[in-house]
């Protein structure tokens, strides 16, 4: 296990298992569906949950075997024995797609990113943001919001505190994939 941010739990090298979860992705991307969500929303617990807009698919054979062998595997012994696999897809962003500010769902207690294009960063917001969630997704929309970026190492599996951490996706200029794969408890 290698710690490389103070918001990166814990990083795992995919080797070879890389190439072919990159393989399925393009395979996968036909399979896809626009996904737009625009609720902006704070929950009773202080959740954040702003808007979206990306393509998903749920992958195929080999996002299940690593989803729940490979990464489970490596999380009951670097991470949280008791963590389970919920749910994984594969994010298709057209240029200008995101993920608006957020916090994940209860499924992903534990959210394990893939990056499959290069490079990737995580934008993230470790203490939080106050205020309302429209102005949040205003401002950034806008680009007037500060994140601390961290970029996520490539051909690996990099896992953060999903529903702790807030964090987002800007809006890029390239086409960017990455694949998400979720742990939570039953
Ligand atoms: O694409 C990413 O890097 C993050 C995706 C994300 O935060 C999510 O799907 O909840
Ligand atoms: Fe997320």
New binding site residues.
């Given amino acids: 296990m290698t710690r490389n941010s103070d918001v990166i739990v814990a990083t795992l090298a995919l080797g070879s298992e890389f190439d072919k979860l990159a393989k399925e992705a393009a395979q996968s991307r036909s399979f896809s569906f626009a996904q737009r969500e625009s609720a902006n929303k704070r929950d009773e617990r202080g959740f954040l949950r702003t808007s979206r807009r990306f393509s998903v698919s749920s992958g195929g054979e080999v996002m299940a075997s690593i989803h729940d062998s490979l990464i489970a595997r490596w999380m009951v012994d670097v991470v949280d024995h008791r963590a389970l696999p919920t749910r994984a897809s594969f ?1 298709y ?1 057209a240029s200008g797609d995101y ?1 608006g500010p ?1 916090h ?1 769902l209860a499924q ?1 207690t534990y ?1 394990v ?1 893939v ?1 499959i294009t290069q490079p ?1 960063y ?1 934008h993230t917001y470790p203490e939080g943001l106050d205020g309302e969630p429209d102005e949040i997704e205003r401002a950034f929309l806008a680009g007037e919001l500060l994140s601390k970026p961290v970029k ?1 190492a490539s051909k690996s599996a990099s896992v953060i505190t ?1 529903q702790e951490l807030m ?3 800007p809006p890029g200029h390239a086409e960017a994939w ?1 694949a ?1 794969f979720c742990y939570s408890y039953a």
């Fill in positions: 994010l962003y993920v957020h994940d992903c959210t990113l990056p990737s995580l996520l999903g964090h987002s996706r990455t998400v």
